[in-house]
């Protein structure tokens, strides 16, 4: 009876161990399309994008961005940097700032510190299956202060 019950705990612990995991990557790794980018900051300050591109011929990737718990009624930007050493290793400065196209474009704040914005960027100066290394920052519009930084993902152009 004892010993069931030990079988009975490890399974449980097993269990909340394999579901507590961090998954983030396994999106990436079946689709190098498709990013699921998280952006963290510090305390519960956080946002998300969802970088998307169809396939189509036009090779545009939408960038579905929201950031929450920051200043509200504020102004904000996205930037990005690439790598073409790819290594997983995200280690470039030279920060785009993105918008609609070649228009910058700021992600407003509401009075609660929460903002969206549909970002584009268009990709078709560069050949399918060009592989790099991309990471991204929110930054404040005021000051350029980063306030959420993304991990380092590995972008493939369809």
């Not at 970088?51 to 718990?69: A, H, S, Y």
């Not at 073409?84 to 995200?90: A, E, L």
Request: aromatic content about 8%; glycine content about 6%; proline content about 3%.
């Amino acid at each position: 009876m004892r010993k069931q019950n030990l079988n009975s705990i490890l399974v449980v612990a097993v269990t909340i161990v394999f579901l507590s995991c961090n998954k983030e990557k396994q999106t990436q790794l079946t689709d190098p399309y498709n990013l699921d980018v998280n952006l963290n900051g510090t305390g519960n300050v956080k946002g998300s994008i969802m970088f998307r591109q169809d396939p189509d011929t036009l090779k545009i990737v939408i960038l579905e961005t929201k950031i929450e718990q920051l200043q509200p009624n504020h102004e904000y930007l996205l930037q990005r940097a690439v790598d073409t050493q790819i290594d997983g290793n995200c280690t470039s400065t030279a920060w785009l700032t993105l918008g609609k196209g070649l228009t910058q474009r700021s992600i407003f704040t509401d009075p609660y510190g929460k903002g969206s914005e549909v970002l584009w960027r268009d990709l078709s100066a560069l050949a399918s299956g060009s592989v790099f290394d991309i990471h991204f920052q929110v930054v404040d519009a005021i000051n350029m202060s980063v306030v959420l930084t993304s991990g380092c993902y590995q972008y493939t152009v369809r």
